[in-house]
């Protein structure tokens, strides 16, 4: 039988007081009285707003920074975000009207999506965001709808490089792919995209998500800026904006560590005179969901049940994957490991073990595997962190037919 002690790091975000964990100031026993029931989510304002500053300090100020909403919908959040990034990216038509509800200028709105249906191209070319093309094809019919909404659209190229971010949680760049053009054959989009009239902003180069290594995503950075400067090298059009994604990801399991973003900003620094004189018009921008708000989130569900089967302790809780899909191993797909988690209302464990499972008929439904939590009671509060991103949007809330988590922004 395997051990894992719960990861404390990744709580310096939420202060111990007495024994009990802080969140978003307010003690998380008065937390979940005002929230009304478990289980829920908490966003940290302040934590987020701390982690764009951090970026800030070490990105050169020409760099953007755009917030990914598929890593947390919920509006009152993307409303907060909306105030501390220069824009929003979108993945929907749902997605597009929570960025608009914000107020927020259309024009620093992004929307990328491998199939955007009519109505979605309709509303974003109506609404004046930048289309991040996915194929020869969509941008005929940007086109096509253009010339009906009498609106020349926004349009900048989604490209697939021929590399990948080694390293990341997820591949979306490099080899065959749905998303994105392959960068072989931009050199024909491009043409096409002059030849259409319409109003060209620059590329969009996503290679992966949740890495944890400095070098991979600096390199990667490296090879999306030089083929930006291939690409812009024999089109007509003017390149005004470069996304290069992001990828930044945040530590889950014991042995991961929080990158340390300064490297990056020096590395993007260098990179400035050189795209200063090819592209004088271009803004260079970073895309980050995971990272701006990861770890500023909590689910906190409550112990409904604790029952010893056979020398083993289980907290049986009234949430669990059906909520938290990622924190369960995404349906077994993976090998699972534990998240940090810890019983809010009693931080200090007695060293002995427990396992928390949700209460979906299912042994994939765990938040904690064998972890340090055989302390808690029934009607404790159980607490996963680094729950801020991917976490009620997207797991399969229907599933049994329990209740949704109540989301809350602190
Ligand atoms: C998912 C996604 C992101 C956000 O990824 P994170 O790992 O949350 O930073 C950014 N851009 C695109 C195109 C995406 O699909």
């Keep these: 039988m395997t051990s894992t002690k719960p990861q404390h790091a990744p709580q310096i975000h939420f202060p111990v007081v007495d024994d009990v964990l802080q969140v978003g100031g307010i003690p998380l026993p008065r937390l979940a009285e005002r929230v009304g029931r478990t289980p829920f ?20 100020p020409a760099v953007a920074l755009h917030y990914s909403i598929k890593a947390n919908p919920m509006p009152a959040l993307v409303q907060h975000m909306a105030g501390l990034v220069d824009g929003l990216d979108v993945a929907s038509g749902g997605e597009l009207r929570t960025a608009l509800d914000t107020g927020i200028d259309p024009a620093r709105i992004s929307f990328a999506g491998p199939a955007k249906v009519e109505g979605e191209l309709r509303q974003a070319i109506a609404a004046g965001v930048c289309l991040n093309i996915e194929s020869g094809n969509e941008l005929a019919n940007a086109a096509r709808i253009g010339d009906l909404l009498g609106i020349t659209p926004r349009v900048a190229l989604r490209i697939n490089p021929e590399f990948e ?34 109003d060209f902003q620059g590329f969009h180069i996503y290679c992966g998500s949740q890495s ?14 030089e083929l930006a400067l291939r690409l812009a090298g024999d089109s007509p059009l003017t390149v005004r904006q470069l996304n290069i994604g992001g990828g930044l990801g945040i530590p889950y399991f014991p042995g991961e560590a929080r990158i340390d973003p300064t490297p990056l900003g020096e590395h993007l620094a260098g990179w400035l005179p050189r795209l200063a004189q090819a592209l004088p018009e271009a803004r260079l921008a970073l895309e980050l969901g995971r990272y701006l708000v990861g770890e500023a989130g909590v689910y906190v ?11 083993e302790v289980f907290l049986v809780l009234d949430g669990g994957m059906h909520h938290h899909l990622a924190a369960s191993g995404n349906l077994g797909q993976v090998i699972r490991k534990n998240y940090p988690v810890a019983i809010g209302n009693r931080m200090a ?40 991103a991917y976490g009620a949007s997207a797991s399969p809330a229907m599933f049994l037919g329990h209740p949704p988590a109540l989301e809350v922004l602190v």
């Design 212 to 225: 944890l290594r400095l070098d991979a995503i600096i390199e990667a950075q490296s090879r999306s800026i």
């Design 165 to 198: 971010l080694k390293s990341s949680g997820m591949r979306m760049g490099g080899g065959a792919k749905p998303f994105g053009i392959d960068a072989e054959q931009a050199p024909q989009v491009l043409q096409q995209a002059a030849a259409l009239g319409l």
């Design 349 to 388: 464990p007695d060293g002995s073990l427990a396992s928390a499972t949700g209460p979906l008929c299912t042994p994939l439904d765990i938040l904690a595997d064998r972890m340090e939590l055989g302390h808690a009671r029934i009607g404790d509060l159980v607490v996963v962190f680094q729950s801020g």
């Design 41 to 60: 989510y908490a966003v940290d304002r302040r934590v987020c707003s701390a982690q764009v500053a951090t970026l800030r300090a070490v990105l050169p």
């Design 301 to 311: 569900a409550r112990v409904i049940d604790r029952k010893v089967s056979r020398g």
